[in-house]
T-cell receptor
Framework: DAKTTQPNSMESNEEEPVHLPCNHS???????IHWYRQLPSQGPEYVIH?????VNNRMASLAIAEDRKSSTLILHRATLRDAAVYYC???????????WGAGTKLIIKP | DTEVTQTPKHLVMGMTNKKSLKCEQH?????MYWYKQKAKKPPELMFV???????INESVPSRFSPECPNSSLLNLHLHALQPEDSALYLC?????????????FGPGTRLLVL
């Protein structure tokens, strides 16, 4: 099974960009890369996903390496409300299952 | 409306009790999920319903019994649980099961088994 590897925690200053890395060296050609985050005392929420190309949305950007063995979630200007656990996840093409990483706890310093 | 609701928010039960968790979505999603999440761990998939039929059971003990009465509702019936079953139980839904589809999660039910 494909797996993802993430740093346990990261710190960043408020209003600065944050780059959250994820390694997924055993990714298959049909696996989508998803990122979800979980704020304290809440359920996970979707952030962004991609397959091969870099993706942008109003929450974040996703940079995918050319060989797809790693990706980076980019928060352009972190706020205190972005403090959460960020999960890097693989989702196989026709499977309901999400393969979760252990998550990175993002700490934002004012 | 992109909301998944779960009731109750908190539940305390004894090992001989029977209780149920409820989940509801009105997004017209055809897939619904139960997850279990222990502290500082990612969610673990328990069950998946697709078009109101049980599609995936991740070898969950029979003391957990899922039910999907209709396309908007998902229940998890609990009976004779153990203290190690204490966890956050999350419900989610998605349009289908393809790789690019988003799962929408509810806030969870925090369960304590005494």
């Amino acid at each position: 099974d494909a797996k993802t590897t993430q740093p346990n925690s990261m710190e960043s200053n408020e209003e600065e960009p944050v780059h959250l890395p994820c390694n997924h060296s055993t990714i298959s050609g049909t696996d989508y890369i998803h990122w979800y985050r979980q704020l304290p005392s809440q359920g996970p929420e979707y952030v962004i996903h991609g397959l091969t190309s870099n993706v942008n949305n109003r929450m974040a950007s996703l940079a995918i390496a050319e060989d797809r063995k790693s990706s980076t979630l980019i928060l352009h200007r972190a706020t205190l409300r972005d403090a959460a656990v960020y999960y890097c996840i693989l989702r196989t093409g026709s499977n309901y299952q999400l393969i979760w990483g252990a998550g990175t706890k993002l700490i934002i310093k004012p | 409306d992109t909301e998944v609701t779960q009731t109750p928010k908190h539940l305390v039960m004894g090992m001989t009790n029977k209780k149920s968790l409820k989940c509801e979505q009105h997004m017209g999603h055809r897939a619904m999920y139960w997850y279990k999440q222990k502290a500082k761990k990612p969610p673990e998939l328990m069950f998946v319903y697709s078009y109101e039929k049980l599609s995936i059971n991740e070898s969950v003990p029979s003391r957990f019994s899922p039910e999907c009465p209709n396309s908007s509702l998902l229940n998890l019936h609990l009976h004779a649980l153990q203290p190690e079953d204490s966890a956050l139980y999350l419900c989610a839904s998605s349009q289908g099961g393809s790789g690019q589809e988003t799962q929408y999660f509810g806030p969870g039910t925090r369960l304590l088994v005494l």
